[in-house]
């Protein structure tokens, strides 16, 4: 594991936050939650009925006996659940409604990281963005003074660590979701030990070009500035410009990034998404997340792709971001 993950590790150990896993009969999530409770690291609380999830690690060769498993079934605080999520909703679902729709256990985790009994949730192995970010959006909530949530990239490689977003959630985003995404960012950034510079990229590099679609971003640095004036931000920019010194001087000498950016708000999701995946396949970067960023508590979302040490490194930065409320 990275000198990061290192980190992150000794400072959740301390604390030892519960994590909710939604699907606690996925191979990789098992896996996961036996090691992140051997290492000591955390305490991670698997959904699905019990005997499943326990002939599931028996017949994969793990040792699931110290593991929490946590059935809607046979919950013992499940009413107190379905009454918390009918005040939740505000009048938008009956308790009868509640009731089935807290046996799905993306909600029934949710409602748990809701009430206080796990400190943040990972899902997403066996469920699509969705499924994960519609009872978080509908439960969790986002931040006051954040209308949209988003998702971030740690792009990391040997020392190198860069925050990408928004890569997972918003396909077309204004000037005011560009700002928010870019304050937030920022924020995240700083979760794992970067001191956010942030550049808001675009085809153009002050006003190299002059579009409705440059013209958007560049309105977006105003309003981020105006969010978080300490914040050091500037654009729009072509990512050279952003992130070699020497492209800076000659395109942007006056700059405060100088060609120094190590945090990068996307001007849409198609960009963000084609942007982090290159950086992975062609740079030779580890994409950690999306880190979804901007809610009330932390829920997290995996690629259905993921292996075992994503799940592991999710789960630690679920936990860290608990950490910072």
Do not use: W
């Not at 999530?29 to 690690?57: F, H, S, W, Y």
């Not at 003074?145 to 959630?169: H, L, P, Q, W």
């Not at 937030?184 to 700083?190: D, G, I, P, Y």
Request: charged content about 25%.
């Amino acid at each position: 594991m990275s000198e990061m993950f290192t980190a992150i590790a000794e400072q959740v150990k301390e604390a030892n936050p519960s994590i909710v896993f939604p699907e606690g009969t996925d191979e990789r999530i098992l896996e996961a939650a036996v090691r992140l409770k051997a290492d000591g690291v955390l305490n991670p609380l698997l959904v699905g009925n019990t005997n499943e999830v326990r002939q599931k690690a028996t017949d994969l060769g793990f040792d699931a006996s110290r593991l929490t498993i946590l059935d809607p079934e046979t919950y013992e605080e499940f009413d107190e659940l379905v009454e918390a999520f009918v005040e939740r909703r505000k009048g938008k679902s009956t308790k009868e409604q509640a009731e089935e729709i807290l046996k799905t256990p993306n909600y029934f985790g949710t409602m748990l990281v809701h009430v206080g009994k796990a400190a943040g949730l990972v899902s997403g192995a066996a469920h699509s963005t969705g499924d994960t970010v519609r009872p978080a959006l509908q439960i969790i909530k986002t931040k006051e003074g954040v209308k949209k949530t988003s998702g971030v990239f740690v792009m990391a490689k040997n020392d190198e660590r860069y925050i990408f977003g928004d890569c997972a959630i918003n396909i077309a985003p204004d000037s005011n979701d560009l700002a928010e995404i870019a304050v937030e960012a920022a924020k995240t950034a700083r979760v794992f030990g970067i001191d956010p510079k942030v550049a808001m990229l675009s085809f153009s590099t002050k006003g190299s070009a002059v579009s409705e679609e440059t013209e958007r971003v560049s309105e977006a640095v105003q309003i981020a500035k105006d969010k978080a004036p300490e914040l050091v931000i500037d654009g729009e920019f072509q990512f050279d410009a952003a992130f070699v010194p020497s492209v800076a001087a000659k395109k942007a000498p006056d700059s405060p990034l100088k060609g120094e950016a190590n945090t990068f708000v996307f001007p849409s999701l198609e960009a963000g998404n084609i942007g982090y995946k290159i950086a992975q396949r062609l740079g030779g970067y580890e994409a950690i997340g999306p880190i979804l960023q901007g809610l009330n508590k932390p829920v997290n979302d995996l690629s259905r792709g993921c292996n075992v040490e994503d799940v592991y490194k999710l789960a630690l930065i679920t936990a860290m971001q608990s950490l910072q409320d």
